[in-house]
């Protein structure tokens, strides 16, 4: 089975830093839009960040210019480096992907990992 996992998430205090990973494993045949969504408690969930194919970024305002996304194609994985975290950073991070597998190569579709928690003290 195609899956997503996540890693990297934990506690740290304010302007504390955190990597988060996620690595797509199964029988992958391409990946295409890769990112992260988090959701905190009683919020609904939202895009943090995203890299395409192509390697073009986005991020949302909120995380501009602490948060840096990047992907690494031969190992399957994309990468959220957080720097000075701020407790309303604290929330669920997801990892999502648009994953072919093997067996329909040519059909992309969209897959959720199960959630890595990350909370930030004051």
């Known amino acids: 089975q195609v899956q997503l996992v996540e890693s990297g998430g934990g506690l740290v205090q304010a302007g504390g830093s955190l990597r988060l990973s996620c690595t797509a494993s199964g029988s992958i045949a391409r990946i295409g839009n890769m990112g992260w969504y988090r959701q905190a408690p009683g919020k609904q969930r939202e895009l943090v960040a995203l890299?395409?194919?192509?390697?073009?970024?986005s991020y949302a305002d909120s995380v501009k210019g602490r948060f840096t996304i990047s992907r690494v194609n031969i190992k399957n994985t994309v990468y959220l480096q957080m720097s000075s975290l701020k407790p309303e950073d604290t929330a669920i991070y997801y990892c999502n992907a648009e994953l072919a597998s093997l067996r329909a190569p040519s059909q992309l579709i969209n897959y959720w990992g199960q959630g890595t928690q990350v909370t930030v003290s004051s």
């Open positions: 890299i395409t194919g192509a390697y073009t970024t």
